[in-house]
């Protein structure tokens, strides 16, 4: 049996850092989105992914991949969007085996409403405690992180 790689005093911080802004991120934005929004942050990211695409469209498994979640746990969201009128969910014209999902125009004027303080809250909490270089380190840190846990570059795949 070999040896651990132990952290060293350096590495522990920063770990510790890392897994601190990891916890306490995601809660922010999800407090600041249902307070402003009414939406769950994972509510927000999938109709902010959708948004992002040409036709405002996206297959699941598409969306799936771009939001790091199984089919069934965005199964269970989309359907509670569709309640709210903010999306539609249909078979592919090109392919009938493939769901597609739409913004609908209230889904569309729902993001567009809701993004002005998703961006406050993000640039807040994240970007004006940083400089412009730190901003492009931290960019250089998480592209590296991602090299690993996301190597297909799925969540980050442009439209």
């Known amino acids: 049996m070999t040896e651990p790689r132990w952290l060293t005093d350096d590495e522990r911080e920063a770990w510790l850092r890392l897994m601190a802004v990891t916890m306490l991120l995601p809660g922010r934005l999800e407090t600041q989105l249902k307070r402003d929004a009414g939406l769950s942050h994972f509510e927000y990211y999938v109709l ?3 948004s992002e695409s040409t036709d405002r469209s996206l297959a699941l498994s598409e969306l799936a991949a771009r939001t790091n979640s199984s089919l069934s746990r965005l199964s269970h969201v989309i359907a509670r969007l569709e309640v709210q009128g903010l999306l539609t969910r249909c ?7 493939t769901s597609i999902a739409q913004l609908t125009e209230a889904g569309w004027a729902k993001v567009v409403a809701s993004a002005p303080g998703h961006v406050e809250e993000v640039r807040s909490v ?7 270089g730190q901003v492009g380190q931290l960019s ?3 592209g590296s992180l991602l ?3 996301d190597p297909d570059h799925r969540l980050l795949r442009p439209s």
């Open 140 to 142: 250089e840190i998480c």
């Open 48 to 50: 902010a992914m959708i």
């Open 147 to 149: 090299g690993t846990l």
């Open 126 to 132: 994240v970007f004006d405690s940083l400089t412009p």
């Open 91 to 97: 078979a592919s014209p090109s392919d009938g085996r």
